[in-house]
């Protein structure tokens, strides 16, 4: 089971340049997620989409954007990186948003912005 | 959400139980416990959750008090596999389902 899937897993940006980070996920879930998580942290929401077709703003969602494509792809796409985004990214999905739902985890894009 | 508290580090050796703490004084009734870990270099997994009974799984069992305050995760007999950061996590009833990741608790587990 591939389950979340992120792509790159590392990759290196300049100061002002842009990328999107894919995640892709094959368990049929309507929920997707995109946290980051910086050393020594607990990771932080920065969108989400509960079902195809919406998105909504997390905790930190200054400096991102997303797209939800399809219901297995949500991607989060960097306009202008800044060295403060330089973080582990994980996306995440759900069946449902409610609460007592699990999410389950992609293994993370680490992004380093020099 | 409601803030949990837990222990930065506990040590276990293998094959033994292991007991993880969390205080959870603020929670509401409509909170969910949640238990996520996270080993090295990987994403979160998701461990167990419980709102007021006991529960168990084939990770690990989960024993809520009778006043909610506080819960246990309990791994029956730790493994090397089991080091990892635990959290636990509460989640509103009526939230969209965002996690709240605090500091959680460092498990070392020693061969």
């Known amino acids: 089971n591939a389950g979340v899937t992120q792509t790159p897993k590392f990759q290196v940006l300049k100061t002002g340049q842009s990328m999107t980070l894919q995640c892709a996920q094959d368990m049929n879930h309507n929920s997707m997620y995109w946290y980051r998580q910086d050393p020594g942290m607990g990771l932080r929401l920065i969108y989400y989409?509960?079902?195809?077709?919406?998105?909504d703003k997390g905790e930190v969602p200054n400096g991102y954007n997303v797209s939800r494509l399809n219901k297995r792809e949500f991607s989060l796409r960097l306009e202008s990186a800044a060295p403060s985004q330089t973080s582990v990214y994980f996306c995440a999905s759900s069946e449902a948003r409610a609460a007592v739902q699990p999410q389950h985890f992609g293994d993370g894009t680490r992004l380093s912005i020099l | 959400d409601a803030k949990t508290t837990q222990p930065n580090s506990m040590e276990s050796n293998e094959e033994e139980p292991v007991h993880l703490p969390c205080n959870h004084s603020t929670i509401s009734g409509t909170d969910y416990i949640h238990w996520y870990r996270q080993l090295p270099s990987q994403g979160p997994e998701y461990v167990i959750h419980g709102l007021t009974s006991n529960v168990n799984n084939r990770m690990a069992s989960l024993a809520i008090a009778e006043d909610r305050k506080s819960s246990t995760l309990i791994l029956h007999r730790a493994t090397l596999r089991d080091a990892a950061v635990y959290y636990c996590?509460?989640?509103?009833?009526?939230?969209?389902?965002?996690?709240?990741f605090g500091q959680g608790t460092i498990l070392t587990v020693h061969p």
């Open positions: 996590i509460l989640r509103a009833g009526t939230s969209y389902g965002k996690l709240t």
């Open positions: 989409s509960a079902s195809e077709g919406t998105t």
